[in-house]
């Protein structure tokens, strides 16, 4: 077993065996927390379920197609591979939708080869900007975001540039 597996049961053993010491019911404050989040939860619900079904209509009409048709001779010149364009332009809005997409990637492609490596570093790299935004700005009433969306896209295109570069 290596550090990175055993991380998450060391982190629970400890937490553990910090209530203990401290003699509190775990199991309560376990329900307790859950129950508080209940509220925050809901609230959310909304703004997950419209960022997702907005994102299943931008798949199935097919402009998620015609998008990386048209952004293909840009990722030539680029450097960027034609297959690692959906994944590039998907990663933004959805995490379920990239790691799906990653999936068939690696299917099609193979784990080994270029393609399969940037795919996974390009996941790696890159956060669901559009996601997080809608849902923490969303759940809490801000509906001004100012300037997180340009940064965090600056971000994520930094990711793609640097992972690109460090899979070549």
């Known amino acids: 077993m ?3 597996e055993a991380a998450i049961p060391l982190l629970i053993v400890l937490l553990i065996g910090y209530a203990l010491i401290k003699k ?3 199991y309560k404050a376990f329900a307790e927390g859950a129950k508080d989040a209940l509220p925050q939860l809901v609230s959310v619900l909304p703004y997950l379920a419209a960022m997702l079904t907005a994102l299943e209509v931008f798949r199935g009409s097919g402009a998620l197609s015609a998008l990386v048709r048209m952004l293909a001779p840009v ?3 680029c450097g960027v591979r034609e297959e690692l364009i959906p994944l590039i332009v998907l990663r933004p809005f959805s995490g379920s939708a990239s790691l799906a997409l990653l ?3 690696l299917t099609e492609y193979g ?3 270029y393609i ?3 795919a996974s570093v390009l996941v790696g790299s890159t956060e669901t900007v559009f996601y997080t935004v809608a849902l923490y700005f969303g759940s809490v ?3 001004k975001t100012r300037q ?3 940064a965090a896209l600056i971000s994520g295109a930094v990711g793609v540039a640097v992972g690109l570069l460090l899979i070549k």
């Open 24 to 26: 509190v019911n775990i």
């Open 2 to 4: 290596n550090a990175g």
């Open 116 to 118: 399969g490596r940037a």
């Open 103 to 105: 999936r068939d990637t």
């Open 141 to 143: 009433g801000v509906t």
């Open 111 to 113: 784990a080994d080869g």
């Open 75 to 77: 990722g030539r010149l």
């Open 148 to 150: 997180a969306i340009p």
